[in-house]
């Protein structure tokens, strides 16, 4: 079963004016923290109560805890109970849409088994999550003997307990299919079509709009 979850949201594409909100997002909120960093997700919400049950992170962030391990304008690393802070992220990036409806997110999460793993994004065209089940990847990797041959001999039978060569081998599989997964997939679902050139604003130069509201 599923524990500790670790999860890491990459801003690919963010013009100044959602990062500058971004900024005084975490500064504001960090004035408020005795040792001037923020330590749980939900200290960046001004809306949450000072003491949120499990119900309200349930809620308004999606697992049951969530503590911020690292972050700054680039990238927000986190680690969770049992699931990613989907809904955290999303209430995130829909508050810095309000500066800049067309900016690109992405998030890779996997838990510590690793029972899952998945590649998650926000664009222009929406939102799409990608979650593998384990076994659902070691299906995928079989199926690409030249891109998984390290670890491929080493895949146990449903049933077998997971041998060393395997757990020697497996987060470089996980890594290697997020990468798949995010420039194969992912990415062309919530971005618009390649091509696109954006200004200092980030906002395409020729006629588009996004559709993530519809």
Not at 166 to 174: L, R, S, T
Not at 181 to 206: A, S
Request: net charge negative; with cysteine.
């Amino acid at each position: 079963m599923a524990n500790h979850v670790s999860s890491h949201l990459w801003f690919s594409r963010i013009n100044t004016k959602a990062k500058e909100k971004l900024a005084m997002m975490l500064k504001w909120n960090e004035l408020s923290q005795e040792n001037g960093r923020l330590e749980n997700f939900h200290e960046l919400m001004e809306h949450s109560p000072d003491q949120p049950d499990y119900n309200w992170y349930h809620d308004h962030i999606g697992p049951k805890w969530c503590h911020f391990e690292d972050y700054d304008l680039d990238t927000i690393h986190t680690e969770s109970a049992w699931g990613w802070p989907d809904k955290g992220f999303a209430w995130l990036i829909n508050e810095l849409r309000k500066e800049d409806p067309f900016l690109l997110a992405e998030c890779r999460y996997e838990d510590e088994a690793p029972n899952f793993y998945g590649v998650a994004a926000w664009g222009p065209r929406g939102f799409e999550d990608y979650y593998i089940d384990i076994r659902e990847g070691m299906e995928s990797w079989i199926a690409q003997p030249k891109e998984y041959d390290f670890i491929i001999p080493h895949i146990p039978a449903e049933d077998d307990d997971w041998n060393d060569q395997f757990m020697e081998n497996i987060w470089e599989a996980v890594h290697t299919h997020q990468d798949q997964l995010w420039f194969g997939d992912v990415k062309g679902d919530v971005e618009l079509d390649d091509g696109f050139i954006y200004d200092e604003n980030g906002f395409p130069l020729h006629q588009e709009s996004y559709t993530w509201g519809e």
